[in-house]
């Protein structure tokens, strides 16, 4: 998905940037409401934690 200047990121006030080649670097998905949120949420559930 190209992300344009114009692209709306709902950082849940949360951010956890990457460095990459010397520049920090979001990863993003996309969620409800034609927005961004941040890849990597602040309250993550583990997989399978319940088997």
């Known amino acids: 998905m190209p ?3 114009d ?8 951010l956890r940037p990457l460095r990459r080649d010397g520049r920090l670097v ?3 998905q996309p969620a ?3 927005v961004l949120i941040p ?3 602040q309250h ?3 997989c399978c ?3």
């Open 7 to 14: 692209t709306l990121i709902d950082t849940l006030d949360f």
């Open 32 to 34: 409800a409401g034609d």
């Open 3 to 5: 992300i344009e200047d």
């Open 49 to 51: 934690a319940d088997h």
């Open 39 to 41: 890849f990597e949420l």
């Open 44 to 46: 993550q559930q583990k």
């Open 26 to 28: 979001l990863q993003v």
